[in-house]
């Protein structure tokens, strides 16, 4: 039996040891998210990586998890989804085992009535489970994930993905079959990528540009179409070229002595851009332009001088006269002196019918 003092030292020794544990832990190299214990990935997978107040999530897994609710405005915490309401996400999915990696805090359950399985977001993606980005944001797993009847034709091993032109996959849940061309299939990660890069507004079928049908059925199932502007719009500078002002003068003969790419504000040497393009230019004295025209068109512009002389000489040749313009024969025929027989128009007589 050990007496009081022995036990008291034996605690003490025991937090002491603990204590040098925790300190000799390697501290994580790189933040994960609370809500899958998972680094930073595919944000075409998870989503965006939040980070804030030492809280860090990925946003699928803030609007997958079953029981967390977006309480806040969209300006407060992570679009609207408070830090203590993530806590507490998180204390309740650390009951939860991944029916995938059996490890707990699986925040995600499937949602089909009497299916008690719950996984990780990323756990769940490898294995065939499904997530819908719409409406009530529901997850399934891969026995009760809504499913496509997928037509192929015989020759399967030729059949090539329309977006990316490699061959199809074996598995049927990584392909995806467009409800507007039915014979059109995709590879899921392709129709992935063309959503995220199009965004919601410019997302539509690749092959007949639908654009109800084709959303709809993706987002059934489980294609993330961002509610944002395309990916290209959204890029620094992307239309910086729009606001520049031309700034050359294309006259055959520049005549300006500080060169063709300079140009005063005002007077002879003030640059006039075409008025029909924009993208051409001309000092002012270069094409003999007079002082209070502002308008000009470039060479590309303007229509051919040969076109405008045949255009006039069209106008100004007398009218030739059409047969609408002819007399009826009976009249013809009873006036001797008509002015087209002055002109020596004749008219032949009918044979008699025999």
Same mark, same amino acid.
């Given at each position: 039996?050990? =007496?009081?003092?022995?036990?008291?030292?034996?605690?003490?020794? +025991?937090?002491?040891?603990?204590?040098?544990?925790? =300190?000799?832990?390697?501290?994580?190299?790189?933040?994960?998210?609370?809500?899958? *214990?998972?680094?930073?990935?595919?944000?075409?997978?998870?989503?965006?990586?939040?980070?804030?107040?030492?809280?860090?999530?990925?946003?699928?897994?803030?609007?997958?998890?079953?029981?967390?609710?977006?309480?806040?405005?969209?300006?407060?915490?992570?679009?609207? $989804?408070?830090?203590?309401?993530?806590?507490?996400?998180?204390?309740?999915?650390?009951?939860?085992?991944?029916?995938?990696?059996?490890?707990?805090?699986?925040? !995600?359950?499937?949602?089909?009535?009497?299916?008690?399985?719950?996984?990780?977001?990323?756990?769940?993606?490898?294995?065939?489970?499904?997530? /819908? $980005?719409?409406?009530?944001?529901?997850?399934?797993?891969?026995?009760?994930?809504?499913?496509?009847?997928?037509?192929?034709?015989?020759? &399967?091993?030729?059949?090539?993905?329309?977006? @990316?032109?490699?061959?199809?996959?074996?598995?049927?849940?990584?392909?995806? /079959?467009?409800?507007?061309?039915?014979?059109?299939?995709?590879? &899921?990660?392709? !129709?992935?990528?063309?959503?995220?890069?199009?965004?919601?507004?410019?997302?539509?079928?690749?092959?007949?540009?639908?654009?109800?049908? $084709?959303?709809?059925?993706?987002?059934?199932?489980?294609?993330? !179409?961002?509610?944002?502007?395309?990916?290209?719009?959204?890029?620094?500078?992307? $239309?910086?070229?729009?606001?520049?002002?031309?700034?050359?003068?294309?006259?055959?003969?520049?005549?300006?002595?500080?060169?063709?790419?300079?140009?005063?504000?005002?007077?002879?040497?003030?640059? !006039?851009?075409?008025?029909?393009?924009?993208?051409?230019?001309?000092?002012?004295? @270069?094409?003999?332009?007079?002082?209070?025209?502002?308008?000009?068109?470039?060479?590309?512009?303007?229509?051919? =001088?040969?076109?405008?002389?045949? #255009?006039?000489?069209?106008?100004?040749?007398?009218?030739?006269?059409?047969? =609408?313009?002819?007399?009826? #024969?009976?009249?013809? *025929?009873?006036?001797?002196?008509?002015?087209?027989?002055?002109?020596?128009? +004749?008219?032949?007589?009918? @044979?008699?019918?025999?």
């Amino acid at each position: 039996m050990r =007496t009081r003092k022995e036990n008291q030292e034996h605690q003490r020794l +025991r937090k002491s040891a603990k204590s040098r544990r925790v =300190t000799q832990r390697k501290p994580a190299s790189r933040p994960v998210c609370l809500l899958c *214990l998972q680094e930073p990935g595919d944000p075409e997978k998870l989503g965006e990586f939040l980070q804030k107040d030492n809280l860090s999530v990925h946003y699928f897994c803030l609007i997958l998890s079953s029981k967390l609710p977006q309480r806040g405005q969209s300006n407060r915490g992570f679009h609207g $989804f408070l830090p203590e309401d993530i806590k507490k996400e998180a204390i309740r999915a650390s009951r939860k085992v991944c029916f995938v990696c059996k490890k707990k805090g699986a925040a !995600i359950n499937c949602q089909k009535d009497h299916c008690l399985r719950n996984f990780h977001l990323p756990c769940g993606q490898a294995q065939g489970c499904l997530s /819908q $980005f719409f409406g009530e944001y529901k997850s399934f797993c891969g026995n009760h994930r809504p499913t496509q009847v997928i037509q192929r034709g015989q020759n &399967r091993e030729e059949e090539s993905c329309v977006l @990316c032109c490699e061959k199809l996959s074996q598995a049927s849940v990584e392909n995806i /079959q467009s409800p507007c061309c039915s014979q059109t299939i995709y590879h &899921r990660k392709c !129709i992935q990528k063309y959503a995220h890069t199009s965004a919601k507004h410019f997302f539509k079928c690749p092959q007949c540009n639908n654009r109800e049908e $084709f959303p709809q059925e993706m987002l059934r199932m489980g294609i993330h !179409i961002p509610d944002r502007d395309a990916a290209w719009e959204l890029e620094p500078g992307a $239309f910086s070229d729009l606001y520049q002002r031309y700034q050359h003068c294309d006259a055959r003969t520049c005549l300006y002595e500080q060169g063709r790419d300079s140009f005063e504000d005002k007077g002879r040497w003030c640059l !006039i851009l075409c008025d029909t393009c924009g993208s051409h230019g001309t000092h002012r004295d @270069c094409s003999s332009l007079p002082s209070d025209d502002k308008e000009w068109e470039c060479e590309e512009c303007a229509p051919p =001088t040969a076109a405008i002389t045949v #255009l006039s000489d069209l106008e100004d040749k007398p009218k030739e006269p059409s047969w =609408t313009d002819w007399p009826d #024969l009976q009249s013809l *025929l009873g006036r001797r002196h008509h002015s087209w027989w002055s002109k020596g128009v +004749r008219i032949a007589k009918c @044979c008699p019918r025999k």
